[in-house]
């Protein structure tokens, strides 16, 4: 029974995998059909429906308008599209739900590119009202498609009034959020655009190429003075960096073109890793260490998010907590918390090395240089065999929690409550922990004190122990006086060799500082 | 052995076919909501029904089911998967479920049954039309299956299925008296999504049929049961006898330590580091119903440290090389064939090939090579990217490709 369960399993797949290729061959028929019929230049919109009807495929008699405006839209052929929407719109028949999404998407897209025609625009007026009217509330769907559309002939009143509608039965998405805004700053309304920014932002959603271009835009409009205009930037990029935003490739230029047309330096740069040093201005980025009251709200919450959470059972147990509290407040504070078993299996597949080996020689590295060192770990490692054990035991503070509890959520909150100047030291990035935090201004605190204090320890054949401080700066969009670092992404992907050590891509910067006659005038004012 | 066969393959059969007459009046009642059920889209004043029932008169409630009414016409009209009809539980489960991507993915699988339902039915017809065309085909399940009729001739007195159905139960029964007591801990409910409640019912239903086929059932014991939950309302539905009296398994709402003494209780969990060497014919197991796909968190652990009773998990690893990226717990109706087989031949290679083989690392190695036999041009892409890789990115890529395959087959 077994080995023909083997044999058949595998094959089995094989076989579900045909067919599931020819299932999808049958279902693409009617939408390449649709594609290579609307490349040609006559119409006979009754004869393609019937044709398409005829095959099989998910389009059916319903969803036929929605799906061909779709493909339409999608396929960016927009004079056939309007061939589309005039025979639509002149055949009498009441439209419906999936025709009017339909054509809203159209003359969203495109009116991006060109401007409206009188007829349109009062389409889609009429169908605000119209589906207003009949429905009293929209679904999130039409209600988005309807905001894309008003939003391209300038009704923004409307629009944040069918945003409100969306919030009913689900989340605004990105794009909806930054179309709005960039409309509201186009229409020189910005105080209303910074409101709705704020709700885009406590909503997690970030900002977008509109946005960022609509405000400078907004900015280069209505102010000529370039002091003037230099200090508005600075305010969109104020938000980036409270927010902690990575910003995209074309914002990014964007940026750089702006800041050079207005005589300042703007480079798109990289950063060293080792002391923050970035490769265009030479200046270093700061460090950007916890405020008293950060660190303290991190204090507060963690013992009860990492140990505690929804079920202390689930981690460890009421005795042992009892018995941690007790060690820490006896025995704080410290320089050093270790991750015991993290370290120690830093060298697990190089051979001929013990694992308590590594860990003393960490040990000894901090011991050297008169820090405290604490040893956090499972029973289990005390029965460790050989001498290296007990000394380890010797030069360090330790607690061992159970072999069935967790001991990450005890050694990062043991470096918390030691003090704000506890480092720890484990290759783990932790981000379970921070997603635990449930809170995302605490975790963006939580992930500042991690790049501030974590060290990593990696072991190679050749190279042998390294051991890899912190980072001496905050990988975070700052200012230092007029001069501004912003990183960006690119669609780009990173190489999956590469080690994940938790640092953020540091090879894709905006460097903008005046020009240098600028920073000259900017020492003598400081 | 020829009546286990028989029994499995009418073990859905003989479920619906024990119908006690009050869930015949509750079947009623559930046709009459059924009858949307049509293949055409709802009509107006159908759909005004559905919306009094579900909301009896809450503004904010009806307010929100129309729109999502809207929502699921919009995704019908712009070629989304929608369902062409759903009836007033889906309708239920939908204002139940909080973001956007939760509903589209419950009408997608809505869309799907439907779909799948349509093509039985077209099927169904077609066959019966090539059957009526053809001479009657004696239906057998195996071989040496004895037909029974006016035409065919037999020695033996015709076992149905009811007689099988009551041979089963009393061996059941039987174990209620004397065998061995085990418990399955059904308190994990509300740490399951419905889909996962759902699951974990049909697993039970199987657990029951598992363990009363076999030579020497366990007595089962269901504790912490909830009895107006989702789990107990699906199974109900799987076996709509379970709550007669007559029938062979013990329900309790009380927790396992007002029922057993603490220090005979056993907590099978795949969390904790003790194994379980030997079978303990004194000891009365326990496993947790609970299916973990979305919440990982060592739940039955922390349940058997909270209660101060024993854990203890499988030696899977002593037995069996196991599949990176394959976890290692296991259904309650794969745990419970296991124990059963253990309980009577004390072998642990024997009883442990109840566990799925694509778990295992020979299935994953067998599935890639059998793949790359099949696909020529796969091996020589495969061999090519394979060159132009440096040493450690190879590394990488074997242990990734083990990785992404789990769970696939």
Redesign the interface.
């Given at each position: 029974?077994?080995p023909v369960?083997?044999?058949l399993?595998?094959?089995?797949?094989?076989i579900k995998q045909v067919s599931l290729a020819t299932a999808s061959r049958n279902a693409l028929d009617q939408v390449s059909y649709i594609k290579s019929v609307i490349g040609k230049n006559e119409y006979n919109w009754l004869n393609i429906k019937n044709n398409v009807l005829s095959m099989q495929g998910?389009?059916n008699e319903?969803?036929f308008?929605?799906?061909l405006l779709?493909i339409i839209t999608s396929s960016k052929k927009f004079d056939v599209g309007l061939a589309f929407a005039s025979h639509l719109l002149n055949s009498n028949e009441e439209l419906?739900?999936?025709?009017i999404?339909?054509l809203l998407g159209l003359y969203y897209s495109f009116g991006k590119e060109t401007k409206l025609k009188e007829e349109e625009k009062k389409f889609i007026l009429d169908s605000y009202e119209k589906l207003y009217d009949k429905?009293?509330?929209?679904?999130?769907?039409?209600c988005e498609k309807l905001l894309h559309a008003l939003c391209v002939i300038n009704e923004w009143e409307k629009a944040l009034k069918v945003l409100d509608d969306i919030l009913?039965?689900?989340?605004p998405t990105h794009s909806a959020y930054n179309i709005l805004i960039a409309t509201i700053f186009n229409n020189n309304k910005k105080d209303k655009a910074l409101q709705l920014i704020q709700r885009c932002i406590s909503n997690k959603r970030s900002l977008r190429f509109e946005a960022y271009e609509a405000w400078i835009s907004y900015i280069l409009r209505n102010y000529k003075n370039r002091k003037v205009i230099i200090k508005h930037l600075n305010e969109i990029c104020l938000i980036i960096s409270s927010n902690c935003f990575v910003i995209d490739l074309n914002t990014a230029i964007k940026f750089k073109d702006v800041y050079t047309t207005l005589g300042w330096n703007a480079n798109l740069t990289r950063i060293k890793k080792h002391d923050g040093q970035c490769m265009s201005c030479k200046n270093t980025l700061d460090l950007l260490s916890l405020s008293k009251d950060e660190f303290n709200s991190l204090k507060e919450v963690i013992q009860d998010k990492l140990i505690v959470g929804?079920?202390l059972?689930?981690k460890t147990?009421p005795t042992e907590l009892r018995t941690f509290l007790k060690f820490i407040e006896h025995n704080a504070p410290f320089d050093v918390v270790l991750d015991g078993l993290n370290i120690a299996y830093a060298a697990n597949n190089v051979p001929g090395i013990e694992k308590v080996t590594v860990l003393n020689n960490v040990v000894d590295y901090f011991r050297s240089r008169n820090k405290k060192v604490l040893l956090l770990s499972r029973k289990h490692m005390r029965q460790w065999r050989g001498k290296g054990i007990e000394k380890l035991l010797h030069n360090t503070c330790n607690f061992f929690t159970d072999?069935?509890s967790q001991d990450d959520p005890y050694f990062i909150t043991a470096a918390i409550m030691s003090g704000s100047h506890t480092d720890i030291v484990s290759k783990d990035l932790l981000r379970g922990h921070t997603f635990l935090l449930k809170n995302e201004k605490l975790s963006r605190i939580f992930r500042r004190w991690q790049w501030q204090h974590q060290w990593m320890i990696y072991f190679k054949k050749r190279s042998g122990l390294i051991i890899q401080p912190p980072l001496t700066f905050t990988p975070c969009a700052q200012n230092k006086g007029d001069m501004w670092h912003l990183p960006y992404e690119t669609d780009e992907e990173q190489t999956?060799?590469q080690i994940n050590d938790g640092i953020p891509d540091l090879s894709n910067w905006l460097c903008i500082q005046p020009k240098l006659i600028d920073v000259d005038l900017f020492k003598e004012y400081k | 052995m020829h009546c286990i066969r028989l029994f499995t393959s009418h073990l859905l059969k003989t479920h619906t076919k024990i119908v006690p007459l009050q869930n015949v009046i509750k079947y009623n009642t559930n046709l009459k909501l059924n009858q949307y059920r049509s293949y055409v889209s709802q009509q107006e004043d159908e759909m005004e029904n559905m919306i009094d029932s579900l909301c009896k008169g809450d503004e904010e409630l009806e307010?929100?089911l129309?729109?999502?009414m809207?929502?699921v016409?919009?995704?019908?009209?712009?070629?989304r998967?929608a369902p062409n009809s759903m009836n007033i539980r889906h309708w239920q489960h939908l204002l139940d479920l909080t973001?956007?991507h939760q509903r589209s993915k419950y009408l997608t699988y809505l869309f799907k049954t439907e779909k799948s339902k349509e093509n039985e039915k077209a099927k169904k017809e077609a066959r019966r039309k090539e059957m009526e065309s053809s001479k009657p085909v004696i239906n057998k399940d195996f071989p040496d299956d004895l037909s029974y009729g006016l035409t065919h001739q037999s020695l033996f007195v015709r076992i149905r299925d009811q007689s099988i159905n009551n041979f089963d139960n009393y061996r059941a029964l039987q174990a209620m008296m004397y065998g061995q007591s085990i418990i399955i801990d059904c308190s994990y409910e509300e740490h399951m999504v419905w889909r996962e409640t759902i699951n974990a019912a049909k697993q039970m239903t199987l657990v029951f049929g598992d363990n009363r086929m076999h030579k020497d059932p366990f007595n089962i014991h269901m504790c912490n049961v909830n009895l107006d939950g989702q789990f107990m309302e699906q199974l109900i539905r799987n076996i709509p006898s379970i709550d007669e009296p007559w029938f062979p398994m013990n329900i309790h709402t009380k927790s396992y330590l007002d029922v057993f003494p603490k220090d005979k209780l056993v907590y099978l969990t795949p969390?904790?580091?003790q194994e379980l060497t030997k079978f303990d014919h004194d000891a009365v197991y326990i496993i947790g119903c609970m299916v973990d796909k979305v919440n990982n968190?060592?739940?039955s652990?922390?349940?058997a440290?909270?209660d101060g009773i024993k854990m203890a998990k499988l030696p899977l690893d002593r037995y069996l090389e196991w599949a990176p990226g394959s976890k290692k717990n296991l259904n309650i109706n794969h745990m419970v064939p296991i124990l059963l087989d253990l309980k009577l031949t004390g072998d642990w290679e024997y009883s442990l090939?109840h566990i799925p083989?694509?778990k295992l690392m020979?299935?994953k190695i067998?599935?890639m090579q059998?793949?790359i036999k099949?696909n020529p041009l796969l091996k020589q892409t495969i061999m090519k990217q394979f060159k132009s890789l440096?040493l450690?990115?190879k590394k990488?890529n074997s242990r990734r490709s083990l990785y992404d395959d789990s769970d696939?087959?």
């Open positions: 029974m077994i369960n083997l044999y399993r595998p094959s089995l797949r094989l998910t389009i319903k969803n308008e929605g799906v779709r419906s739900l999936g025709s999404n339909g429905y009293k509330s929209l679904d999130f769907s039409t009913l039965s689900s989340e929804s079920d059972f689930l147990s072999n069935v999956p060799s | 307010k929100k129309r729109i999502l809207l929502e016409e919009v995704m019908r009209q712009d070629g998967c973001s956007r969390h904790c580091r968190e060592p739940l652990l922390a349940k440290k909270k090939r083989r694509r020979e299935t067998l599935a059998n793949k099949k440096s450690k990115e990488i696939s087959i």
